[in-house]
Antibody, heavy 125, light 103 residues
Framework: QVQLQESGPGLVKPSETLSLTCTVS????????WSWIRQPAGKGLEWIGR???????NYNPSLKSRVTMSVDTSKNQFSLKLSSVTAADTAVYYC???????????????????WGQGTTVTVSS | DIQMTQSPSTLSASVGDRVTITCRAS??????LAWYQQKPGKAPKLLIY???SLESGVPSRFSGSGSGTEFTLTISSLQPDDFATYYC?????FGQGTKVEIK
């Protein structure tokens, strides 16, 4: 079955760019949306954004100015970059397969059914 | 932006209890709502999608209902494995979570 694995530095300095990659195994990355979600210690889930395999993206408005997502279908990977990080960006970061259908600019949502195990990113000097 | 509000934030219950969690959207989202269960140190698990559709492999004691702005997740008979935190989610917003703890 499809499995996801996050990878990237566990420690990032303030003001630098956080970069994470999610590798999809056991299935194709094509024809799905893929999301990033984060969770600060002891707090709730925050959706960061999603990308379709065509490269089209939706971002959380509160993070939009700092977020860039990309997809590499040849490697079955998608990536997250979050710029100008502060301590408030310290969190567990998850990637997930996102079941979304878009028709005529209307989104039909069926939930995130496959998740990575999560990777902890700490922002500190 | 659509806001999702869950209640209660914490719920104390016993094994065998019927448990209901409510999620309210700040504007209508039709039935496009998902529910997740999360245990400490683990990724969330999808339970319910499209407000009332049970994800494959999820026990039938879990059910969802609602449409528009008000939704509920019900656990018909709470089991020891169900003590966890539950989140509702629309397309780009999660609720703040409801922790179900042992009474």
């Amino acid at each position: 079955q499809v499995q996801l694995q996050e990878s990237g530095p566990g420690l990032v300095k303030p003001s630098e760019t956080l970069s994470l990659t999610c590798t999809v195994s056991g299935g194709s990355i094509s024809s799905y949306y893929w999301s990033w979600i984060r969770q600060p210690a002891g707090k709730g889930l925050e959706w960061i954004g999603r990308i379709y395999t065509s490269g089209s993206t939706n971002y959380n408005p509160s993070l939009k100015s700092r977020v860039t997502m990309s997809v590499d279908t040849s490697k079955n990977q998608f990536s997250l970059k979050l710029s100008s990080v502060t301590a408030a960006d310290t969190a567990v970061y998850y990637c997930a397969r996102d079941r979304v259908t878009e028709l005529a600019s209307t989104y039909y949502y069926y939930g995130m059914d496959v998740w990575g195990q999560g990777t902890t990113v700490t922002v500190s000097s | 932006d659509i806001q999702m509000t869950q209640s209660p934030s914490t719920l104390s219950a016993s094994v065998g209890d019927r448990v209901t969690i409510t999620c309210r959207a700040s504007q209508s989202i039709s039935s496009w709502l998902a529910w997740y269960q999360q245990k400490p140190g683990k990724a969330p698990k999808l339970l319910i999608y499209k407000a009332s559709s049970l994800e494959s492999g999820v026990p039938s004691r879990f059910s969802g209902s609602g449409s528009g702005t008000e939704f509920t997740l019900t656990i018909s008979s709470l089991q020891p494995d169900d003590f966890a935190t539950y989140y509702c989610q629309q397309l780009w917003t999660f609720g703040q979570g409801t922790k179900v703890e042992i009474k």
